[in-house]
């Protein structure tokens, strides 16, 4: 079974410019989750979304928004990007139900805002 | 205060021994995970715990719901553990809140 892929791998941009980061979750997962990692920062919850809907999303600015695809897959965009941008992006997808729920991650993006 | 509080925030241990990292919170939690983070960023879900203990190979997660307190053992400790290990607790509308991680280094 294939896990969580994410692309691209690594990401550079300058200041004021906008990112795309790409997820897709294991086949049959719904839900898709966006965790941001600041350096020296431990990981924060950006976006939740779930059968094409977002469903909850952490304390970050609306310049941080995305989508899911019908298929399921996710994108997070990044606005007008901003040195602090510069982190790793954890896309984790999730399986739930018959006593099991358990997030399963994906290698990440490392976006670099210079 | 951190909802979610890790100690040690690093760990040097010797080829061997047996590792305990703690884990605090202070929300309520339908369920808590013990990840792993490699270098470069890769993340694997150790556990999944809302009550118990869970053992897998040299691993051990064990959650106290009333104390609000997990603990992740490893038994026979080797170089290859050396990660960051993070526990997150799983809160409303499943979004999970993260420690700061535990820096693992074990030495041969």
């Known amino acids: 079974e ?55 999303r952490g304390n970050f600015p609306p310049r941080f928004s995305g989508r899911q695809f019908p298929n399921y897959s996710s994108e997070l965009n990044v606005n007008a990007l901003e040195l602090e941008d510069s982190a790793l ?22 976006l670099t805002v210079l | 205060k951190n909802e979610v509080e890790q100690s040690p925030q690093n760990l040097t241990a010797q080829e061997g021994e047996f590792i305990t990292i703690n884990c605090s919170y202070s929300v309520g939690i339908s369920a808590l995970h013990w990840l792993q983070q490699h270098p470069g960023g890769g993340i694997v879900s150790l556990f999944m715990l809302s009550s118990g203990k869970k053992k897998h190979g040299r691993l051990i997660a064990t959650i106290n719901i009333q104390e609000k307190h997990s603990s992740l053992h490893i038994t026979a400790s080797h170089p290859r553990d050396s990660a960051v290990y993070i526990c997150a607790v799983r809160t409303s509308g499943s979004r999970l809140t993260f420690g700061e991680g535990t820096q693992l280094t074990v030495n041969p």
């Open chain 1, 89 to 110: 992006y954890l896309c984790a997808s999730r399986v739930a139900g018959a006593g099991k729920d358990t997030q399963y991650f994906g290698p990440g993006t490392r």
């Open chain 1, 2 to 56: 294939a896990g969580v892929t994410q692309s691209p791998t690594h990401l550079i941009k300058t200041r004021g410019q906008q990112a795309t980061l790409r997820c897709s979750p294991i086949s049959g997962h719904t839900s898709v989750y966006w965790y941001q990692q600041a350096l020296g920062l431990g990981l924060q919850f950006l976006l939740w979304y779930d059968e094409g809907e977002e469903r909850n």
